[in-house]
């Protein structure tokens, strides 16, 4: 997918994307289980980029937002 001038396919969110954010890890780890993830899968591996824009999340698209500025050309 590509949004900005961004390819989204090859990116993945981290924890270091929610701590940029000010998301704290406990209300994370809460937020992505009850969307089914594993967080220690999460916290080793990431979450593909594309999986957490079709969540249109309020506090997803905000990393979202966030990850595409650091990747914009």
């Not at 992505?32 to 969540?55: M, S």
Request: hydrophobic share 35%.
């Amino acid at each position: 997918m590509m949004i900005d001038g961004v390819d989204t396919s090859n990116l993945r969110m981290t924890m270091q994307d929610l701590a940029e954010c000010n998301l704290c890890a406990r209300g994370s780890k809460r937020f992505l289980e009850k969307k089914g993830i594993c967080f220690r899968t999460f916290l080793q591996e990431g979450l593909p980029l594309d999986t957490v824009i079709a969540w249109n999340d309020g506090s997803s698209n905000k990393v979202v937002e966030h990850i595409l500025r650091k990747n914009r050309p």
